[in-house]
């Protein structure tokens, strides 16, 4: 993937061919749409003012909320999420359609606040399969040049920090606005950003810096864990498809233009004084914002429905890839139904920001290495490690073999320990967390069939009529669709029989004082292997770690979490608050899909004229779910994803490891595995 700046690039030079027009509605007014329109940076509150100008059309706000509420009769954890079993019971505790029904009667000021509301609402679930995105609120990103971290003292404190590669980073990734911030700087300071890196923060907007911290933490979403929410604040890296990506944090990067500046005091390196600076937030277009250069330009481009949107009866017409893939936290995969996917979203892209150099590991990428997935050996000469940033890519058997051949060439060079890096690791692949347990840790009653957890999907009247649909009118002779009894196994791991009408009869359960069905339990899914794994393990799950920084999601919870309580392989959080405790993983699910699949079944299904299907969705919109759920490890009669996942070791981050993986590489085998 091209650094997102030369795509910036690009459409600043074609882009600004057209700023100028005044929108229908605006009348004779300036056109506030007009004045953001072929700009690459603008004023934040340039794009609230253009976001703002669009008054609430009945029938849309009707449209959504029969969308999303009809779609969630799909999702498995609606009653669960009401409120969370212990320990999440205070992190997830959200009636969606109370919420609902208070958002149809309210009255808002503009389109852009509804859209708040729906998107905080979804974002309450803390739950990055559930999400609300409206693509026409996701045009401009709002930076600063200063991401901020958590660092530890020699004495245990721990204190807020601008990052102190905050410099090199924003110099390089945003060198054509950086004299904006540098003549923000006040006095002496002015054009001296250089020598903000570093600084400890004593305060923001006035208050303790933590303050701010857990405010974000209330609105984030995507992680059930307080912990790992306050951790979305500060910076950290990844590996991309190609690098190790430098991702700027919730408090230097905002979806949505809701700040105009920020104040700061601030402690400089090795000064003793204080300085009290405010600096501008400036957005930048998402280079995947169609060009517009008024409102009417902007509406049509960027707000409705696309292909994509919406799902295709695949008997009629060609299958495209869904437009949640733009949202996936995950590289792009091919338009299939054959892998099954389970990973988060999140309205902002993936970070193709830079990790500095000085950061990027020096030693060579070894054999297997692909994409997302980066093989090293550590300078002790027995500690490999995989930077795994994904576990989804472009192909799914390069990935498989990359995986088998990294390891093992590893093993080849003396490795006897191993390192998985899995920081912001959005999830992907789920037979690709089954193959990566099953090859480390050889065949075991663990590893063979199952490497991984048994499933079960909501189970509603409109799910059970698709499978019926599905069995009486061989709709599926290509097994592409999810309700089809082909692709599934019954709890011995037994595939059912063409005619199996997988969902009935159902399980009746109540949660949280409502009636609830879901399916029976679903077994092994991904064995056999599309390729034959090593009759041995490659490495003694007591001498393997999984590190990241709790941003583990989906499918790599899936992993993290069977490597963890059935293989005993130790966990790392990096960073996070002492007095927090660190989950090693984010958001567990089971298979993650969105609206326009599931109208994909209904329409083939021939079900879209039923009164319990959601209509076609009028915009440019995104609703997640999480559409099978898998049973627990240690309470096996109920959810993995409401079980408690410490990590075996918070490492608190200092300056010589904050974002360098390297270093923390080499700290975390210095604790662990010495």
């Known amino acids: 993937m091209a650094p997102l700046h030369h795509f910036l690039a690009l459409f600043s030079v074609f882009g600004a ?33 253009c976001f703002s100008s669009f008054k609430v059309d009945p029938a849309i706000k009707r449209n959504i909320l029969d969308v999303v509420s009809k779609t969630l009769a799909f999702h498995t954890s609606v009653n669960y999420q009401i409120r969370a079993p212990e320990p999440f019971s205070k992190d997830v505790h959200e009636d969606l359609f109370k919420d609902f029904a208070r958002i149809s009667k309210t ?110 933490a209330l609105i984030t979403g995507s992680f059930q864990a307080f912990g790992t929410r306050q951790n979305l604040f500060f910076s950290s890296y990844a590996r991309s498809t190609s690098k190790f990506v430098y991702s700027m944090g919730n408090f230097a990067q905002q979806s949505l233009p ?60 060609a299958l495209v890839s869904s437009a ?19 990973v988060i979203m999140d309205a902002a892209p ?55 051949q990294g390891l093992m060439t590893l093993k080849q060079m003396g490795a006897t320990q191993l390192i998985v890096d899995v920081t912001n690791n959005g999830g992907g692949f789920i037979c690709m967390a089954h193959w990566l347990h099953r090859i480390i840790v050889g065949p075991k009653s663990t590893s063979v069939p199952q490497a991984g957890l048994d499933t079960k999907a909501r189970d509603g009247p409109l799910a059970r009529q698709i499978v019926q649909q599905i069995i009486d009118k061989n709709l599926d002779p290509q097994q592409n669709l999810l309700y089809n009894p082909l692709n599934w196994n019954d709890a011995n791991g037994v595939q059912f029989a063409a005619a199996d009408n997988w969902l009935l009869p159902p399980v009746n359960v ?14 092994q899914e991904c064995q056999p292997f599309s390729a034959t794994p090593p009759e041995t393990a490659l490495f003694d799950s007591s001498k393997v770690v999984i590190v990241s920084n709790g941003r583990c999601a989906s499918s790599c919870s899936l992993f993290s979490i069977t490597m963890d309580k059935e293989e005993g392989v130790r966990t790392v959080v990096v960073g996070g608050k002492a007095d927090i ?66 990590a075996t070791l918070n490492l608190p981050l ?17 604790r662990l595995l010495s």
């Not at 250089?194 to 006035?206: D, F, P, R, Y």
Request: aromatic content about 8%.
């Open 581 to 646: 405790k660190q989950q090693y993983c984010g958001i567990v699910g089971g298979q993650s899909t969105d609206f326009s699949t599931i109208d994909t079944e209904i329409k083939t299904a021939q079900l879209k004229n039923s009164s319990l299907a959601p209509p076609d969705m009028l915009v440019n919109g995104v609703q997640g779910i999480t559409w099978r759920l898998g049973f627990g490890i240690d309470d096996t009669a109920e959810p993995e994803e409401w079980q408690d996942h410490p």
């Open 350 to 404: 993936l970070s193709d920001v830079d990790l500095p150099p000085v950061l990027q590991p020096t030693a060579p990428v070894l054999n297997g290495s692909f994409g997302s997935g980066a093989f090293f050996m550590q300078k002790d000469g027995k500690t490999g490690v995989l930077a795994l940033g994904s576990f989804s890519g472009a192909d799914f058997l390069v990935m498989q073999s990359g995986l088998l």
């Open 107 to 216: 009255n808002y000021a503009s389109d852009y606040d509804l859209h708040i509301d729906m998107s905080r609402t979804l974002k309450r679930l803390n739950d990055g399969h559930c999400v609300w995105i409206n693509a026409c609120y996701a045009l401009f990103f709002n930076f600063l040049p200063i991401p901020l971290v958590l660092l530890t003292e020699k004495d245990g404190s721990q204190n807020v920090h601008i990052a102190p590669e905050a410099f090199e980073v924003a110099s390089v990734e945003f060198a054509d606005e950086i004299s904006v911030w540098q003549d923000a700087l006040p006095g002496p300071l002015k054009g001296k950003l250089e020598t903000l890196s570093g600084a400890k923060v004593l305060s923001i907007n006035g208050k303790r810096p933590f303050e701010s911290v857990n405010a974000n």
């Open 17 to 49: 061919v057209c700023v100028n027009g005044i929108s229908e509605v605006q009348g004779s007014k300036r056109d506030p749409c007009a004045v953001i329109g072929g700009k690459k940076w603008v004023a934040p509150k340039d794009v609230r003012a």
């Open 654 to 670: 200092t300056p010589d490891l904050v974002n360098n993986p390297v270093a923390i590489w080499d700290a975390v085998t210095a």
């Open 258 to 317: 809701l700040s105009d500046s920020v104040n700061l005091v601030i402690q400089r390196v090795n000064h003793t004084t204080l300085d009290r600076i405010t600096l501008p937030y400036r957005s930048r277009i998402n280079p995947a914002t169609v060009p517009f250069n008024n409102s009417t330009t902007y509406r049509a481009n960027n707000c409705v429905a696309v292909d994509g949107t919406n799902g295709v009866d695949i008997n009629t017409e």
């Open 324 to 342: 949640a893939g733009r949202f996936q936290q995950t590289p792009p995969v091919p338009v299939t139904k054959k892998q099954r996917l389970n």
């Open 510 to 523: 109540h949660i949280n004082g409502h009636a609830d069905a879901f399916s029976q339990r679903l077994g």
